[in-house]
């Protein structure tokens, strides 16, 4: 269903004002009163991340390259596809070509576009441009001081057992897999 952004005004918070509630090196948290659309007034708490890139690589053979890396906040090694933060002044591209170098060790001739992402639409700004990457070559990982990770290379069978298994968890590497899926027909 189209709608336009007039069809939604009955919909829109307004902004009142806006505080700072943390300040980190990777998160910033705002806490904001706002106007909700019926007149009344309620807090919003939400993360303002400065966004992040994501590239599906997909070998000649048709296997994609994933990482196995272990994720603090959820006390569990993940399955995921690479990927990183933005840098300042950074375009998309050059963070996702970037983190393919770094973490997975390869680089591509090819790059597509497959869409923008917003994982955490209820407490954060985060949008992630997805890419896929293809013409893989291997140069060799070169990770960050305190980045440990495994890469593995599985066929879209594998990666839907591992689904089904539930071992293949990760949101933003999920809905990039739909994406890609999506493309290929």
């Known amino acids: 269903m189209d709608r336009s952004p007039r069809d939604d005004a009955h919909l829109v918070e307004a902004p009142l ?3 700072l509630g943390f300040e980190g090196r990777l998160l910033t948290v705002r806490v904001d009163r706002i106007r909700l659309p ?3 007034e309620a807090t919003r708490e939400y993360v303002v991340h400065p966004g992040a890139a994501l590239v599906v690589p997909v070998l000649p053979d048709g296997r994609f390259v994933l990482e196995r890396q272990y994720r603090y906040p959820v006390r569990r090694v993940m399955l995921e596809f690479p990927a990183g933060k933005i840098d300042a002044g950074e375009k998309p591209l050059a963070t996702a070509r970037r983190e393919l170098r770094e973490e997975a060790g390869y680089t591509a ?3 597509t576009s497959l869409g923008t992402i917003h994982p955490e639409i209820g407490y954060s700004t985060e949008f992630i441009d997805v890419f ?3 013409e893989l070559t ?3 990982q070169s990770l960050d ?3 440990f990770l495994d890469i ?3 066929t879209e069978e594998e990666l839907l057992v591992t689904y089904d298994c539930g071992g293949f968890t990760d949101g933003k590497s999920i809905a990039a897999y739909f994406a890609w899926k999506r493309r290929r027909g």
């Open 38 to 40: 019926d007149g009344g």
């Open 132 to 134: 896929e990457a293809t």
């Open 138 to 140: 291997h140069v060799g």
């Open 152 to 154: 593995v290379a599985m």
């Open 109 to 111: 001739a090819s790059w």
């Open 145 to 147: 001081p305190g980045e």
């Open 17 to 19: 004002d806006s505080q």
